[in-house]
């Protein structure tokens, strides 16, 4: 059974950085898009990247683009997600998710919340202004 644990949310000022980490078991990243979601009080979770580990194709929600960057460490079975440039509208959960590979998926389809396997607990990020 795949397993899924984010880490590294915490309270950061605007402007500021923060690294998440979704460290997984039972299954390898190389073969699964893995990606991160988020909510936040009273709306719906929304995607926000997606990362294809055994390439390394990448893709990212507009209201991230340029500010946050995902990447893979295979040896460590886990995926980052670094975050600049935060600003108060990106407090939230985060969450990452996990299924297996499927052609064009990241760049498609990765917004669906119902295509995923795996989903870790969540981590929360706060923005202050």
């Known amino acids: 059974e795949g397993k899924l644990v984010e880490s590294g949310g915490g309270v950061v000022q605007a402007g500021g950085s923060l690294r998440l980490s979704c460290a997984a078991s039972g299954f390898t990243v190389e073969d699964y898009a893995i990606a991160w979601f988020r909510q936040a009080p009273g709306k719906e979770r929304e995607a926000v990247s997606c990362i294809n580990s055994d390439n390394d194709s990448t893709n990212y929600a507009d209201s991230v683009k340029g500010r946050f960057t995902l990447s893979s460490d295979n040896a460590k079975n886990t995926v980052y997600l670094q975050m600049n440039s935060l600003q108060p509208e990106d407090t939230a959960i985060y969450y990452c998710?996990?299924?297996?590979?499927?052609?064009?998926?990241?760049?498609?389809?990765?917004?669906?919340?119902?295509?995923?396997?795996?989903w870790g607990q969540g981590t929360q990020v706060t923005v202050s202004s």
């Open positions: 998710a996990a299924r297996p590979h499927a052609w064009g998926f990241c760049s498609n389809y990765y917004s669906g919340l119902h295509l995923y396997d795996y």
